[in-house]
């Protein structure tokens, strides 16, 4: 089956705990992206990738970091969380071009 | 800056009462726009993609049309099975990473 996985589901944290989240595709998609969701301003991208060791900054980026070592992998990187990361994050991949993206089922992160 | 605006941001529906979202945007040169599905706690489920005014496509009671400055997802007779947030997103030519900017939903609530 298609998908992509995203994990933690949930994940509680506290401010300046460096944490990982991870997401994996089997679709060997090209393009790979991380998306956050909040009440009032909807989904934003964090951070891209085209390809293998390419990446490069969405429209919010500040905070957050990635890696693309593998093509089915592209793990979403807080090294010192703040509580305004506090929101819904989602990881998306897609084949190059106008085709749709495939989304995970998200995760919810909490920083106190 | 590409801009997506959706309205109404909730509708309350009884079982069978047809009514239409409406999804406003702005683009620097469209490729793509996008409808999504999002049910409470999972990520963004593709619905449909339109590439130019005049277009539109079908799937079961779900019907979206496109314009040069709007697009409209119909909902006939909808069942309460149709409950969930509905999103449009753009993709323009321009777009990096195959970034899609988001509107911020419609949640729809059919009432049996």
């Known amino acids: 089956e298609a998908q992509v996985t995203q994990n933690p589901r949930y994940l509680i944290t506290v401010t300046g705990k460096k944490l990982t989240v991870t997401c994996s595709q089997n679709?060997?998609?090209?393009?790979m992206s991380w998306y956050r969701q909040d009440p009032g301003l909807g989904l934003r991208q964090i951070y891209y990738s085209m390809n293998v060791e390419v990446t490069d900054k969405g429209d919010v980026p500040e905070g957050y970091k990635v890696s693309r070592k593998e093509k089915r992998n592209f793990p979403l990187i807080l090294e010192s969380p703040s509580p305004n990361q506090t929101s819904l994050y989602f990881c998306?991949?897609?084949?190059?071009?106008?085709?749709?993206?495939?989304f995970g089922q998200g995760t919810r992160l909490t920083v106190v | 800056e590409d801009q997506v605006t959706q309205s109404p941001e909730a509708l309350r529906l009884q079982e069978g009462e047809s009514s239409s979202l409406n999804c406003s945007y702005t683009?620097?040169?469209?490729?793509?726009l996008f409808w999504y599905r999002q049910d409470p706690g999972k990520g963004p489920e593709f619905l449909f993609t339109?590439?130019?005014a005049g277009e539109e496509k079908e799937k079961e009671r779900l019907k979206a049309t496109l314009t040069k400055k709007e697009s409209f997802l119909h909902i006939t007779a909808p069942k309460p099975e149709d409950s969930a947030t509905y999103l449009c997103?753009?993709?323009?030519?321009?777009?990096?990473?195959?970034?899609?900017?988001f509107g911020g939903g419609t949640r729809v609530l059919v009432k049996p």
């Open positions: 679709m060997n998609h090209e393009y």
């Open positions: 683009v620097s040169g469209l490729r793509g």
């Open positions: 998306a991949s897609s084949w190059y071009g106008n085709t749709e993206a495939f």
């Open positions: 339109l590439y130019s």
């Open positions: 997103a753009v993709q323009a030519v321009k777009a990096a990473g195959n970034k899609l900017t």
